[in-house]
């Protein structure tokens, strides 16, 4: 029933990868919300993970780090009635979180240098403006 999860062009999380726990969620229900096990818990242990190549999964293991637990990124969705409706929501948080933390890190910035009238300018108004 479970299906893989894509987080790229190139990268896809085999179903087998992926855990999910279910559990009462608190909030609205009606009749079934006693009963009804809508809560998910979605885990994924990047550590051991054969689907991310190596300095993918080193990338995300370093951005990631406050979020993980023994290597294990855990999503939990409740903010819908309906099972199912949880299950896509941690589903798209899962790969939404993992597809920024495996992004290349941005180009580095290039120091420029304030042009000497623009400098001048800066100054000439501080200037006036003190009494």
């Known amino acids: 029933m479970a299906e893989d999860l894509k987080i790229s062009d190139r990268i896809v999380i085999p179903a087998a990868e992926l855990r999910e726990r279910f559990s009462r969620s608190s909030g609205p229900g009606g ?15 990047v ?12 990338r995300a293991l370093e951005r990631l780090a406050g ?28 790969a939404a979180l993992l597809r920024d933390a495996i992004a290349p890190p941005p180009p580095p910035r290039r120091p420029t240098k304030i042009s000497k009238g623009a400098h ?3 100054l000439d108004s501080k200037n006036t403006a003190a009494p």
């Open 31 to 45: 009749q079934g919300v006693n009963t009804a096990d809508s809560r998910v818990e979605l885990s994924y242990d």
């Open 47 to 58: 550590e051991r993970s054969h689907a991310l190549p190596d300095p993918l999964r080193a």
């Open 67 to 94: 979020r993980l637990t023994d290597g294990v990124l855990t999503i939990a969705a409740s903010e819908h009635r309906a099972q199912l409706a949880n299950r896509e929501a941690a589903r798209a948080r899962l």
């Open 120 to 122: 001048q300018r800066r």
